[in-house]
Nanobody
Framework: QVQLVESGGGLVQAGDSLRLSCAAS????????MGWFRQVPGREREFAAA????????HYADSVKGRFTISRDNAKNTVYLQMNSLKPEDTAVYYC?????????????????WGQGTQVTVSS
């Protein structure tokens, strides 16, 4: 069992930066692929970024590529999402997810554990 707790959300202006953190409890954190997803009310949750267990591979949605960076610290059981050049359309609840996946994927059903989410609001 893995429990995930996100933090770092908030209200920022367009062009600002924000770093989200996701702390994981449980064992063998390095065996889990970690992902960040986001959801706007009334819309489906969408993929943002993912990172392999070792941290050696990453994958991004086109909408965030070049602006967001996912990283992890396996010694601290934590995954991060550095968000730069934020836009109003980045406004969403951001969720952290973990899955025992070979490689990395943007497919939500392959992630077994989810956090409660943290709100990010970007004003224009």
């Amino acid at each position: 069992q893995v429990q995930l707790v996100e933090s770092g959300g908030g209200l920022v202006q367009a062009g600002d930066s924000l770093r989200l953190s996701c702390a994981a409890s449980g064992r063998a954190f390095s065996l889990y692929t970690m992902g960040w997803f986001r959801q706007v009310p009334g819309r489906e949750r969408e993929f943002a970024a993912a990172i392999s267990g070792s941290g050696g591979s990453t994958h991004y949605a086109d909408s965030v590529k070049g602006r967001f960076t996912i990283s992890r610290d396996n010694a601290k059981n934590t995954v991060y999402l550095q968000m730069n050049s934020l836009k109003p359309e980045d406004t969403a609840v951001y969720y952290c997810a973990a899955g025992r996946i070979i490689g990395i994927t943007s497919t939500q059903r392959q992630y077994d554990y989810w956090g409660q989410g943290t709100q990010v609001t970007v004003s224009s």
